[in-house]
């Protein structure tokens, strides 16, 4: 199931491991990367659930399960996924609606605090611009992710939710930092 070979290596100090989730009723993309303090990212895992061809609700039941077993495997401390985006009729967004929620509760469950980002905030994060082309998605993710070949389209736009939220976690560390108190040496005399 997973697109990477190996068991997940342990954390470098500072490492922060996020699964990015882009949800879809007949296949699920999923990603999984490492970035450390510097902002250095690194490319785990990253594969595709196929749930096609099968009734509706048992397609929502495969995506929680097997979400829940790449998540067993892959150990991340973090999650991203995208937001719900308008669908072209009512049935549509239903069916994405739901199978976003198994993919929730398959986060949810394992304890993993949860970001939401939009299409635009992600592709804009990857790719530079919110409204590129899915083969500028894949093409960049595996530049990114210095991958050895594009990632199918699902599994690429997993790959940059998650690279979207290593970038908003990075800028707001450095933020938060900038906000702490600096003390300067003439208010601490020694």
């Not at 882009?22 to 450390?36: A, F, K, M, V, W």
């Not at 398959?106 to 083969?135: F, R, S």
């Not at 900038?178 to 601490?188: I, Q, S, T």
């Amino acid at each position: 199931m997973l697109n990477a070979g190996t068991s997940p290596a342990p954390l470098p100090k500072a490492a922060v491991r996020i699964i990015g989730i882009d949800p879809g009723s007949l296949r699920t993309g999923y990603g999984i990367i490492e970035s450390d303090a510097s902002g250095q990212l690194r490319h785990i895992a990253h594969g595709c659930l196929n749930v096609s061809g099968q009734p509706f609700l048992e397609r929502i039941g495969a995506i929680y399960h097997e979400l829940k077993q790449v998540i067993g495997d892959t150990q991340p401390n973090v999650a991203a996924i995208e937001q719900v985006f308008m669908a072209r009729n009512a049935d549509s967004a239903l069916k994405l609606g739901q199978a976003r929620g198994a993919a929730l509760v398959a986060l949810l469950e394992a304890g993993l605090p949860v970001h939401e980002y939009t299409a635009l905030q992600i592709k804009k994060a990857a790719v530079g611009g919110g409204h590129a082309a899915k083969e500028q998605v894949q093409s960049m993710v595996r530049w990114l992710l210095k991958l050895s070949e594009n990632p199918q389209a699902d599994a690429a736009d997993a790959l940059a939710c998650a690279i979207c939220h290593a970038h908003h976690a990075s800028t707001q560390q450095r933020w938060l930092l900038a906000a702490e108190p600096r003390h300067d040496r003439r208010d601490h005399p020694s």
